[in-house]
């Protein structure tokens, strides 16, 4: 059997230890406690961190710790493990890379990813002790497929089914470095997910985990790209792992499909064009005009460059994130929310980062686009809110209707 296919079915317990994590957070440690042991069996204490940098690859452990490392992440609930160097291998490339594109404007109103643009490609500006980088992927695909068309219903990003993913990903990261200093006495390092000022996908691809796909996703030979990555910084030096090359080859089905032209160029994403970006980062205005029919059904999210990407094929179904929200929403209903509805239904999802409004006015835009008549009362109803962007919005969809 092919490997790939093979990891594909969901295993009932955790690799390698025989057993699910039983939830977030440090788990109970396995195996040899408190350091390492040499050739002769016996237990041997790591170098003392303020000696200098942990140079583990003086005495035997170092191999040891990378593995433990490994199996750790992976019983805590990682689908794919690397590991990275601190110090990008190319320190000159990166950091022009991000800055022009920060300079171009293509970050939109995230103005977070322009502070210190030079800074986020070196993870030693943001943890100084830091030599090794843990970098894991945990997959968040519930093993269905696309839904279909459906006039009445808008859909949501994958990411968006299970609740909020950074308090979930922060606790197993924190179980491992938890498991880390058990092992190295004074160790130190720091925990990332995707609101750190941390490259990730950047420190993904130097450990080996995947390669930058040319939607900028990053990819995976095993277990395609619906994927989120988080890691910690480690003040050991570790096995590192291999850049990968990219396997894309000659393939654009994801530059190809953007319905909203976000992709200039091949691994460059233009977010200030991105559905995603304007159905979850801009809350706040109206949806540009220019965009508005290449949204389609999207209400939150979107995976259409992911969607067509042949890896996929291999994705596999995630160990850690189960669903609470359907792949799509009725728009009907959505629109009936009030405020207090919306909060009571949506705290504790990605949805609620977006607030009422802005969902409301994705539905709106959705409803527009599907061109569908049973939509006319709410959308009537709408084009006279005190909002005037939920207003405009309406007006503009139902001239789609007309």
Same mark, same amino acid.
């Given at each position: 059997?092919?490997?790939?296919?093979?990891?594909?079915?969901?295993?009932?317990?955790?690799?390698?230890?025989?057993?699910?994590?039983?939830?977030?957070?440090?788990?109970?440690?396995?195996?040899?406690?408190g350091?390492?042991?040499?050739?002769?069996?016996?237990?041997?204490?790591?170098? /003392?961190?303020?000696?200098?940098?942990?140079?583990?690859?003086?005495?035997?452990?170092?191999?040891?710790?990378?593995?433990?490392?490994?199996?750790?992440?992976?019983?805590?609930?990682?689908?794919?493990?690397?590991?990275?160097?601190?110090?990008?291998? /190319?320190?000159?490339?990166?950091?022009?890379?991000?800055?022009? !594109?920060?300079?171009?404007g293509?970050?939109?109103?995230?103005?977070?990813?322009?502070?210190?643009?030079?800074?986020?490609? +070196?993870?030693?500006? !943001?943890?100084?002790?830091?030599r090794?980088?843990?970098?894991?992927?945990?997959?968040?695909?519930?093993?269905?497929?696309?839904?279909?068309?459906?006039?009445?219903?808008?859909?949501?990003?994958?990411?968006?089914?299970?609740?909020?993913?950074?308090?979930?990903?922060?606790?197993?990261?924190?179980?491992?470095?938890?498991?880390?200093?058990?092992?190295?006495?004074?160790?130190?390092?720091k925990?990332?997910?995707?609101?750190?000022?941390?490259?990730?996908?950047?420190?993904?691809?130097?450990?080996?985990?995947? !390669?930058?796909?040319?939607?900028?996703?990053?990819?995976?030979?095993?277990?395609?790209?619906?994927?989120?990555?988080?890691?910690?910084?480690?003040?050991?030096?570790?096995?590192?792992?291999?850049?990968?090359?990219e396997?894309?080859?000659?393939?654009?089905?994801?530059l190809?499909?953007?319905?909203?032209?976000? +992709?200039?160029?091949?691994?460059?994403?233009?977010?200030?064009?991105?559905?995603?970006?304007?159905t979850?980062?801009?809350?706040?205005?109206?949806?540009?005009?220019?965009f508005?029919?290449?949204?389609?059904?999207?209400?939150?999210?979107?995976?259409?460059?992911?969607?067509?990407?042949? !890896? $996929?094929?291999?994705?596999?179904?995630?160990?850690?994130?189960?669903?609470?929200?359907? /792949?799509?929403?009725d728009?009907?209903?959505?629109?009936?929310?009030?405020?207090?509805?919306?909060?009571?239904?949506?705290?504790?999802?990605?949805?609620?980062?977006?607030?009422?409004?802005?969902?409301?006015?994705?539905?709106?835009?959705?409803?527009? $686009?599907?061109?569908?008549?049973?939509?006319?009362?709410?959308?009537?109803?709408?084009?006279?809110?005190?909002?005037?962007?939920?207003?405009?919005?309406?007006?503009?969809?139902?001239?789609?209707?007309?």
């Open positions: 059997m092919d490997p790939r296919r093979a990891r594909r079915i969901r295993p009932p317990v955790g690799p390698h230890l025989g057993q699910r994590p039983a939830g977030p957070g440090p788990l109970g440690p396995q195996g040899r406690r350091g390492l042991r040499g050739p002769s069996g016996r237990q041997e204490a790591l170098q /003392d961190p303020r000696d200098g940098p942990r140079g583990l690859s003086t005495f035997p452990g170092r191999a040891e710790l990378t593995q433990g490392l490994r199996e750790e992440a992976l019983r805590l609930g990682a689908d794919a493990v690397g590991f990275a160097p601190a110090e990008p291998p /190319d320190p000159a490339q990166e950091p022009a890379a991000y800055q022009r !594109w920060v300079e171009k293509m970050h939109g109103v995230m103005g977070y990813m322009a502070r210190a643009p030079q800074d986020r490609p +070196f993870i030693t500006r !943001w943890f100084p002790a830091a090794s980088v843990v970098v894991c992927a945990f997959s968040y695909h519930d093993g269905s497929s696309a839904p279909a068309p459906d006039p009445a219903r808008g859909r949501l990003a994958r990411y968006a089914l299970p609740p909020d993913y950074h308090p979930e990903l922060k606790a197993r990261m924190k179980g491992l470095l938890a498991w880390y200093k058990e092992r190295v006495p004074g160790g130190r390092g925990v990332f997910v995707d609101t750190s000022p941390v490259l990730e996908r950047l420190y993904a691809r130097y450990a080996g985990v995947g !390669w930058v796909g040319k939607n900028t996703m990053l990819l995976s030979r095993d277990i395609g790209s619906f994927f989120l990555i988080a890691g910690m910084a480690v003040d050991a030096e570790l096995d590192l792992g291999e850049p990968v090359p396997h894309c080859g000659t393939c654009t089905r994801c190809d499909a953007c319905p909203t032209d976000a +992709f200039p160029s091949p691994r460059v994403l233009d977010a200030s064009k991105c559905i995603a970006y304007f979850v980062e801009q809350s706040q205005g109206p949806v540009p005009q220019a508005r029919a290449g949204h389609g059904p999207w209400l939150f999210g979107c995976d259409v460059c992911q969607d067509v990407c042949p !890896w $996929n094929k291999f994705s596999v179904r995630g160990r850690v994130f189960e669903p609470r929200l359907p /792949d799509s929403l728009l009907g209903e959505l629109a009936a929310l009030t405020p207090e509805s919306f909060e009571e239904r949506y705290r504790g999802t990605p949805l609620h980062r977006t607030g009422w409004a802005a969902l409301v006015r994705n539905a709106l835009l959705a409803m527009g $686009n599907s061109k569908d008549p049973r939509h006319r009362p709410t959308l009537e109803r709408y084009a006279a809110h005190p909002d005037p962007v939920l207003a405009e919005q309406a007006a503009w969809s139902l001239r789609l209707i007309d």
